[in-house]
């Protein structure tokens, strides 16, 4: 009975070496060819990113959608020969979040909401995004061949810094700054290059000091088609939480001051973006003395959800 036992252990031992060749064998007998992938960051960061995300997306129903993760100089990966879409970008991002990577027409770079901070009302914005570096080939073929295929890519960033300083008057009487941007790209499709509306504003912080209200934010740019879109409009919100807990608001419509930037940045997309200074005008802006100045403690709590019936301080732009 045991020897019966021990012959059938072996029959089947063998039986599943030899399944294990023969799937082996077909695996090594389908088609893949070399790609040789090297990156070149000059000119585009000193910041190096740990490292890039390659997928290639087959233009042809039989074909496989291959999904590898490179170091930041490049390297090499096994294609199956035909045609492809192909997008890369870094992954160390910290806020930039990647969905609909199912299909080269649907991966988005987004970010979330701000939860965590609190402060009332910044729930409802989303984090401004953190640098994204992204190289898109629409066509990209790749022949049955022994010899490697050899490409240069220079990756681009997709995020734009814009910063501003502005005047402002009874800082004295504020202990925390929120600031907000509406109308910017908070949404950025890989396979399109273009920037996407996003229903949220962008929170982003900002800091007083000397009579001076200093600071930055980030997008995608401008959304898909702005440009030439009349209805555009972009609000730059500050909201000064006083230390009576009240909140007074500035609002700018900064359109044109965005638009100029980027219709004036010339030199076609190859160029890398800059950040972009943003020319408010110099009038000094006022926070008024709270009414009960002794209320409060000082610190963040003011609730900047309820922003209705607070005063507007408008603020020119050039």
Same mark, same amino acid.
């Given at each position: 009975?045991?020897?019966?036992? &021990?012959?059938?252990?072996?029959?089947?031992?063998?039986l599943?070496m030899?399944?294990?060749?023969?799937?082996?064998?077909?695996?090594?007998d389908?088609?893949?060819s070399?790609?040789?992938?090297?990156?070149?960051?000059?000119?585009?960061?000193?910041?190096?990113?740990?490292?890039?995300?390659?997928?290639?997306?087959?233009?042809?129903?039989?074909?496989?959608?291959?999904?590898?993760?490179?170091?930041?100089?490049g390297?090499?990966?096994?294609?199956?020969?035909?045609?492809?879409?192909?997008? =890369?970008?870094?992954?160390?991002?910290?806020?930039?979040?990647?969905?609909?990577?199912? =299909?080269?027409?649907?991966?988005?770079?987004?970010?979330?909401?701000?939860?965590?901070?609190?402060?009332?009302?910044?729930?409802?914005?989303?984090?401004?995004?953190?640098?994204?570096?992204?190289?898109?080939?629409?066509?990209?073929?790749?022949?049955?061949?022994?010899?490697?295929?050899?490409?240069?890519?220079?990756?681009?960033?997709?995020?734009?810094? &814009?910063?501003?300083?502005?005047?402002?008057?009874?800082?004295?009487?504020?202990s925390?700054?929120?600031?907000?941007?509406?109308?910017?790209?908070?949404?950025?499709?890989?396979?399109?290059?273009?920037?996407?509306?996003?229903? =949220?504003?962008?929170?982003?912080?900002?800091?007083?000091?000397?009579?001076?209200?200093?600071?930055?934010?980030?997008?995608?740019?401008?959304?898909?088609?702005?440009?030439?879109? =009349?209805?555009?409009?972009?609000?730059?919100?500050?909201?000064?939480?006083?230390?009576?807990?009240?909140?007074?608001?500035?609002?700018?419509?900064?359109?044109d001051?965005?638009?100029?930037?980027?219709?004036?940045?010339?030199g076609?997309n190859?160029?890398?973006?800059k950040?972009?200074?943003?020319?408010?005008?110099?009038?000094?802006?006022?926070?008024?003395?709270?009414?009960?100045?002794?209320?409060?403690?000082?610190?963040?709590?003011?609730?900047?959800?309820?922003?209705?019936?607070?005063?507007e301080?408008?603020?020119?732009?050039?």
């Amino acid at each position: 009975m045991q020897d019966t036992r &021990y012959i059938l252990l072996v029959l089947l031992s063998s039986l599943l070496m030899l399944t294990g060749c023969s799937r082996r064998e077909l695996l090594d007998d389908y088609p893949v060819s070399g790609v040789d992938i090297k990156l070149d960051w000059n000119g585009v960061t000193d910041k190096l990113p740990e490292g890039v995300r390659v997928i290639f997306y087959p233009k042809s129903a039989e074909g496989r959608k291959i999904d590898t993760y490179l170091s930041v100089r490049g390297g090499k990966v096994k294609v199956p020969p035909g045609r492809y879409s192909v997008v =890369a970008y870094n992954y160390d991002t910290e806020t930039v979040q990647i969905r609909g990577e199912e =299909a080269y027409e649907t991966i988005e770079a987004f970010t979330g909401y701000c939860n965590g901070l609190g402060i009332a009302g910044t729930e409802k914005m989303v984090w401004g995004p953190d640098p994204l570096y992204v190289v898109q080939i629409n066509d990209l073929h790749i022949a049955n061949s022994e010899e490697e295929l050899l490409l240069d890519w220079k990756p681009k960033l997709v995020v734009k810094t &814009y910063s501003f300083k502005i005047k402002v008057e009874g800082l004295e009487y504020v202990s925390s700054i929120v600031g907000s941007v509406e109308g910017m790209a908070g949404c950025y499709c890989l396979g399109r290059c273009c920037g996407m509306m996003n229903d =949220a504003p962008i929170y982003f912080e900002a800091q007083g000091c000397s009579g001076e209200v200093t600071g930055s934010f980030t997008a995608f740019g401008l959304p898909e088609g702005a440009m030439s879109r =009349a209805s555009l409009a972009i609000k730059f919100t500050l909201a000064f939480v006083k230390v009576d807990n009240t909140v007074q608001k500035i609002e700018v419509d900064i359109t044109d001051v965005i638009v100029n930037s980027e219709s004036g940045e010339g030199g076609g997309n190859d160029e890398p973006s800059k950040d972009i200074e943003l020319p408010l005008d110099d009038d000094e802006v006022k926070v008024d003395k709270p009414e009960n100045s002794s209320g409060g403690d000082g610190g963040i709590g003011g609730d900047v959800g309820d922003w209705g019936e607070e005063e507007e301080v408008p603020l020119p732009v050039i």
